[in-house]
């Protein structure tokens, strides 16, 4: 699975942005997309995923409320859409597939990953 993600930018606190994960390869509506971010200095961290069928997702307590994952099957992308953007959310996000059918939170059962779109908020 390849994975491609696009969306990020600068933009002010308040903000929103939407970063796209393209999907592609054999059985790529099949597998689990996470989004993880990572700021300079920092660890990468989870900020939300999806199964396969888009009917389950988990989110990190801080972007709850704020930040909507979903999922277009028909067209292999998953979404990630950001309102009320802060500046802590600054960071490189990447996008991540995994084979397994419930959603996971862990860095480590992501199996492939995208190249990673900067996202940065000035306050």
């Known amino acids: 699975v390849q994975l491609q993600a696009s969306g990020g930018g600068l933009v002010q606190a308040g903000d929103s942005l939407r970063l796209s994960c393209a999907a592609s390869g054999r059985s790529a509506g099949s597998y689990a997309i996470g989004w993880f971010r990572q700021a300079p200095g920092k660890e990468r961290e989870f900020v939300a995923a999806i199964n396969w069928s888009g009917l389950s997702t988990a989110y990190v307590d801080s972007v709850k409320g704020r930040f909507t994952i979903s999922r277009d099957n028909a067209k292999n992308t998953v979404s990630l859409q950001m309102n009320s953007l802060k500046p802590e959310d600054t960071g490189v996000y990447y996008c991540?597939?995994?084979?397994?059918?419930?959603?996971?939170?862990?860095?480590?059962?992501?199996?492939?990953w995208g190249q990673g779109t900067q996202v940065t908020v000035s306050s």
């Open positions: 991540a597939a995994g084979a397994f059918g419930v959603v996971s939170t862990k860095v480590n059962d992501f199996e492939y």
